[in-house]
């Protein structure tokens, strides 16, 4: 995907693609907003606000313009317009010219009875929220039930109270319209059906529908193609059709009982496009935050792990680093490569936690300031302790050499980067 870098002097036109109700406001505030933050809300309501003038169309304002009103830099509001994207909220388009320009199309929030059917939403809203918190919001939205079991209905059908009149010319009239999650690519759907035994899954079983709902599960609980297979075959009945309730159930089940119990929640996996380098610089040195910033930190643990499974404790602490901390993927890569090596290979929760604070107050984002800031503080470290022990050498990350000529570098060092590498290469 083009990388595109939003300016405050960019401009914007707002159009309406929908009906917003007070309802759907307030959906927005009690079911979104625990999942994508207030920011992101700010944002989309500003932009319904733009629309004040005209219930379809703004005119053209600048992002500065955004700038000013939410108090916010441009790096903020570019990455609460790709959250509202990624809920489904807006739709971007974009064109470049002096100055570039954007259109947001605006759309309606789901519905609560589609947000609660959503395994992504649903789930995602449970875990951010917690069960006390996620009950109290889901008994506003369960409607009463009441008994009719003895009443008879004498509704009157309309043909019987209307008849028929002249013709008329239909009018186009604003409806609607929701846009919910997009996912792509996460599931192969043919190597799904050609895993599965031979007939015991009807292709017409999989429609739009269901693959959605398939790609979703996969999605939340980061299940590749073979894994949700093993999870298809425990629902598919002898008609070759399977329950949708009782996919979600098997697939959180799947999920729970390989992670301590615990319900997974969204979060950047990768570091956002715009803390990312830019791309053209080929020595080793752009090459390793390449991977720091392309690499999820769980799949980098991996890396770490030889290919096998982080323990729960590791990965709750990846969980704290980014979700309660809010530190960007790629400084977490960089934390989790710099205290492995610092602490002979173990991520100790004070030590690491006490960096994490630090890189959090200086406000550390992209995974070159992390390794700088890492670089600085080493020196001191080093300074430190060389009266104690003069005779004791610390290992230290492969990036610790600004230089990393190839020459310079050992065979294990080397191998160390090939290693790293390989999967992005």
Known sequence: MKLITLLP?????????????????????????????????????????????????????????????????????????ETLEGVGLIKTYYKEGEPNSYCYEIYSPLSPKEFFASPIFNITLYNNLGKYEYELIKAEYELPKIDIHDYED?????????????????????????????????????????????????STTLNKKTKELIEQLAYIYNLDTLKMVEILRTVITENGTFDKDELRKSTRKYYQYNNSGKLPTIIYR???????????????????????????????????????????????????????????????????????????NKLNQSFVETIAGQWKRCNVETAEEAMNLAKKENKKYTKTTAKKSSNIKKEEPIWFNQEIKKEEMTAEEQQEIDDLLSKYR
Not at 168 to 195: A, H, M, V
Not at 283 to 296: G, K
């Open 270 to 344: 990768t570091q956002p496009e715009y803390l990312k380098t830019p791309e053209g610089d080929k020595s080793q040195l752009a090459q390793i935050i390449y991977m720091f910033e392309n690499t999820s930190p769980s799949d980098f643990l991996k890396i770490k792990y030889k290919g096998a499974k982080p323990t729960a404790r590791d990965l709750k602490l990846l969980e704290t680093l980014l979700v309660d901390l809010e530190l960007q993927p790629a400084v977490v890569n960089v934390l989790i490569d710099y205290v492995l090596k610092k602490n002979n």
């Open 154 to 202: 004498i509704s009157k059908e309309l043909n019987y109270t209307f008849k028929s009149s002249s013709t008329y010319e239909p009018i186009d009239t604003q409806e609607r319209k929701t846009q919910g999650i997009k996912l792509n690519g996460i599931i192969d759907f043919d190597l799904l059906l050609s895993s599965m035994p031979k007939g015991i899954l009807k």
């Open 9 to 81: 002097a960019d401009t914007y036109t707002v159009i309406n693609k929908t009906i917003i109700t007070e309802e759907d406001r307030k959906n927005i505030i009690s079911l979104y907003e625990p999942i994508i933050g207030p920011i992101a809300v700010c944002l989309y309501f500003n932009l319904l606000r733009d629309l004040r003038l005209n219930e379809f169309i703004s005119k053209d304002y600048t992002h500065h313009h955004l700038m000013r009103i939410m108090n916010s830099s441009i790096e903020t509001i570019k990455l609460a317009r």
